[in-house]
């Protein structure tokens, strides 16, 4: 990891980079002959870049700007893991006919070599993503109506799995070891409601807890930093009474010791975003309500502690320390 911060951007010709020293020049690290990077992205830790093009991923040392790994494919998609440890890339799947059935299109490599670890079929690229315990003792993948769980980097075999026929999406809490939790939504059946449920690692038995309803065709998760305490944004794919294009919206929370409710914003209309602090488990943010949105900071018991006011705001950003609140 490089001791200096630094700023990379991309543009049609060139992947550039910021230095925040003296003289805060720029540097090329890859000019007009490295054809059609797509996108880039930093590991969380800050140990590499990486940028992929048409043809390959390649993994750059911050330390020194040199390639640590470059991984061939059109890849479409890729991140890593939260420490650093593991680079994730997605394929298009396709059937070919030396390949009928098609073949494995998700690989999970090592970040300093670049030799893959464990490759998958993950045929649709909405929720491709491998999900990891902070500490990555745990990897867990969603395919074909389960959720597969890996303990300690071994891909050759799973050792424990959630399975439901109506499986739609989980999320991993980002609490540390030896307390790991999962949050799994499923999709009502024929007249049954659709649910979201909290689970402790791996007793997937007992739901901590667990809340329904009727108007929930998807689900995003929000966990605090902590991983303690969860809100549930559900939705509607159509909102049948006109009010959102986007589909009707409900908000509800939990946490690991089993208490859950449903939230009412003081504002009616849609859910813009929510995030909480990174740096206190008691404070979130939600920007909520018809033009003109409002944005208020709440506790974790949804005790409004501050309002913003109102503005043509969608979105919320917390500075790293959690200090600064940018509404936009």
Sequence with gaps: ???????????NKELFLFECKEPFQEKTLRDETTKNIRSIVFSPKGTYLAYRTDKKAEIIKCADWSVAASINGNIKEMFFSPLDTYFMVWEMFAMTKENPEGKANLHICKSDSGSVVGSFVQKHQTGWEPQWSSDEKLVA???????LIYEDGKLNRFTHQIQSEKLKSFSISPSPAPAYYFSVFNLGKSGQPSSWKIFKYPEFGQALVSRSSFQADKAAFHWNRRGTNIFTVTQTDVDKTGGSYY?????????VKGNSGNMTFSKEGPIHALAWNPNNWNEWVAVYGHAPAKATLFNAKCEPLFEFGTGAWNSIYYSPDGNYILCN
């Design 1 to 11: 990891m490089s001791s200096i911060p630094s700023i990379a951007g991309l543009t």
């Design 141 to 147: 993948l969603q395919i074909a109506g389960k959720v």
């Design 247 to 255: 589909g009707k919206q409900s908000l509800s929370h939990g946490d």
